[in-house]
């Protein structure tokens, strides 16, 4: 599909990268990495989303995740995985982070999103991500715990001074992202 985003999943479960790819191919052009180093020599300026596996054996997708925010810096990446968020996700430069299972609206949903935030400026997506980050703990570890972590704190003002340096670009974002500022990030 020469006219549509391309996808490139990558993910160790054979069965389940199929899958995802099966559910893509209609709209999407689609291409499967059952290994991060296959990954890496796939991934070019034709890819618009990577679905990234977090752990696999071998290269990891953390491991692929450097590289190509380092080569490709306005890829939208998702890591969908098994792996539950805990505060190492701070240090990871995805645009979403989906814990498994996931189904074929869900998937679709996270794409869609991180295509339309790849017009973005850099600020806005830093910011998006920041959120993302943020919405990944919340779902994992109580609120208590997190309220009293220097951590946790750190990102909630990295998220204040983005949303601050952000407010210039404000007419750049969609209805759903406008929206998902204010009530969820998942918009």
Known sequence: MADSPNVLI?????DLADLYAAWLADDYGVETA??????????????????????MPGL????????VR??????????ITAVDPDF????????????????EGKLRGVIDRLLRRSAYTETLREFFMRLSQREALLAEIPESELESDERFSELEQEIGE??????????????DDFEALF?????
Do not use: N, Q
């Not at 990558?10 to 054979?14: A, K």
């Not at 290994?35 to 752990?55: C, N, P």
């Open 88 to 103: 190492d996700i701070l240090e990871l430069g995805f645009d979403a982070y989906v814990t498994k299972p996931v189904d």
């Open 60 to 67: 990891s997708g953390d491991e692929v995740l450097e590289r």
């Open 183 to 187: 009530y969820r990030l998942d918009a």
């Open 70 to 79: 380092a080569e490709f810096p306005s890829c939208g990446v998702a890591m």
């Open 10 to 14: 990558v993910d160790d479960e054979r």
């Open 34 to 55: 059952y290994d991060g180093a296959t990954a890496i020599e796939r991934l070019d300026d034709s890819i618009d989303v990577v679905l990234l596996d977090r752990r």
């Open 162 to 175: 983005l949303r601050e340096a952000s407010e210039a670009h404000m007419e750049e974002l969609s209805g």
